[in-house]
Structures are given as structure tokens and as C-alpha cells.
């Protein structure tokens, strides 16, 4: 089955300092898409950072940035620069597959607290 | 401005009660989805949709039913609510997951008493 696994259900980091989330997740596909969302303590579901798998190239947003790792199955991200708006839950996700899309599969979420 | 709108935001009801979470899309996506998550917790879907008259059940077993006879509208009913319903339902859609991944609403908090 394919599964997403966030191993720290919460983490702290101070003001301005740099914090990792992980993520791992289990795929017998060769391409994919992964994702991280933020939940912000009620509010709206965002969109953090997207990866496509069959690039090398790890994805960049301003202050978010991911690590992935294919072979590894890891995909973390790397918050710099941390705000007290970055406190929220965040989410790993990816699709079954290259094509088979319609579906995200999450994995059970990082609480983090700035 | 395009966007995806649940209503109510939050929702204290009786057992046995009918209610129905609202949730429309204004960007024309034709897959919609309906996950349930409990405070803190993952999300789990429990239907989907992939455009007019198209309904699944997703991974999740849920006494709730949806419709979607609008590509904008896309409804979750229970018939008789219960307390272990009590939970937060978050509503989705997508045009093209791979390049976007999905626009959430922002929620209904349902508690049932």
C-alpha cells in the first residue's frame, strides 16, 4: 500500500532559526508528485511546496525548501528564517502516480510551533 | 477572486438531526473531495467526485452521502447525526492535482449533541 509517514507529530523551533520536517513514503511508482501543506490553527489549507519526482532538482519557495531524496523515499522540508506565522500543522502528501493523479495521499501531519 | 466556500463554519446540533455541509467552487474544477479530520489529526477522504453525477465513496466508510449535480456544488448530507460524527470536515477541489494539488475550504466544524 501506499502510505506517507511524518515521524515527528510536533516540533518547536524559535524565531528566525531553521527547522526540517520529515517525511518518508512508500511508492512502487517510478514518477510521482509530492506536496506539503500548511493548516494553519483554523484556517484554510494551503500549499506550500510541490515536487515532481523525476526531477532531481529540489524544489524552492522564498523561505521553504525541500530535501529529496527518490531513492531514499524522504521528502523533507526545510523552513529558514522561522515566523511565528509559520505555527500550523504541515502536511506531506503525494499522488499514486505519475498519471494517476486525482487522488493525494497525506500522511498524518507535524504540528509546529514557532 | 476564485475560491472554495464551506458553510457553516461551525456546526452544534442534536442527535437524529439532518444537516447538510455546504461546499461550492468558483474555479470551475471538475474533481471535488470531502475529508473528514479530527482536531490535529489526518485527513481522511470519504467521497469524491470527478464532475456532474460523478460520486465515490472514498477510503474512509462514512454514513454520509454527497451530490453533485452542479460542477460548483458539492454537498455532504447526514440523515441522522450521531455524536461519533462529531468531527472537522474539510471540502476540496482540483483541476489538475499534479500541477497544483488541491484548494481547500476552510472547514465545518460539526459537534453533535
Known amino acids: 500500500a501506499q502510505t506517507v509517514t511524518q515521524s515527528q507529530p510536533e516540533m518547536s523551533v524559535q524565531e528566525a532559526e531553521t527547522v526540517t520536517l520529515s517525511c518518508t513514503y512508500d511508492?512502487?511508482?517510478?514518477?510521482?508528485?509530492l506536496f506539503w501543506y500548511k493548516q494553519p490553527p483554523s484556517r484554510q489549507m494551503i500549499l506550500v511546496i510541490r515536487?515532481?519526482?523525476?526531477?532531481?532538482q529540489n524544489a524552492t519557495e522564498n523561505r521553504f525548501s525541500v530535501n529529496f531524496q527518490k531513492a531514499a523515499k524522504s521528502f523533507s522540508l526545510k523552513i529558514s528564517d522561522s515566523q511565528l506565522g509559520d505555527t500550523a500543522m504541515y502536511f506531506c502528501?503525494?499522488?499514486?502516480?505519475?498519471?494517476?493523479?486525482?487522488?493525494?495521499?497525506f500522511g498524518t501531519g507535524t504540528r509546529l510551533q514557532v | 477572486e476564485a475560491d472554495i466556500y464551506q458553510t457553516p463554519r461551525y456546526l452544534v446540533i442534536g442527535t437524529g438531526k439532518k444537516i447538510t455541509l455546504e461546499c461550492s467552487q468558483t474555479m470551475g474544477h471538475d474533481k471535488m473531495y470531502w475529508y473528514q479530520q479530527d482536531p490535529g489529526m489526518e485527513l481522511h477522504l470519504i467521497h469524491y467526485?470527478?464532475?456532474?453525477?460523478?460520486?465515490e465513496k472514498g477510503d474512509l466508510s462514512s454514513e454520509s452521502t454527497v451530490s453533485r449535480i452542479r460542477t460548483e456544488h458539492f454537498p455532504l448530507t447526514l440523515e441522522s447525526a450521531r455524536p461519533s460524527h462529531t468531527s472537522q470536515y474539510l471540502c476540496?477541489?482540483?483541476?489538475?492535482?499534479?500541477?497544483?494539488?488541491?484548494?481547500f475550504g476552510s472547514g465545518t466544524r460539526l459537534t453533535v449533541v
Open positions: 511508492t512502487s511508482e517510478s514518477n510521482y508528485y
Open positions: 515536487q515532481e519526482a523525476y526531477k532531481q
Open positions: 476540496a477541489s482540483s483541476d489538475r492535482p499534479e500541477n497544483y494539488g488541491y484548494t
Open positions: 502528501a503525494f499522488t499514486p502516480g505519475f498519471y494517476n493523479t486525482d487522488k493525494l495521499i
Open positions: 467526485s470527478y464532475g456532474v453525477n460523478s460520486t
